[in-house]
């Protein structure tokens, strides 16, 4: 799998605006990031036809 080089600077983009908006917290938990890792993903996955724009991106709590 090749990967472009200008869309993951655009996502990292996106994930950053949304740690952002979300003052560095869980949306779903509300948990800091010091109470476990973050990680971002899409609310509708790409597998099915989910976008990679903001409004389709989600900070959550990763698993330890």
Request: glycine share 4%.
């Amino acid at each position: 799998v090749i990967q472009d080089p200008t869309f993951e600077a655009h996502f990292k983009i996106i994930i950053s605006k949304k740690l952002n908006e979300c003052a560095n917290k869980c949306e779903i938990t509300g948990l800091p990031a010091t109470e476990g890792k973050l990680a971002a993903d899409h609310w509708i996955p790409k597998e099915k036809e989910g976008e990679s724009v903001e409004n389709n991106c989600v900070i959550f709590r990763a698993e330890k």
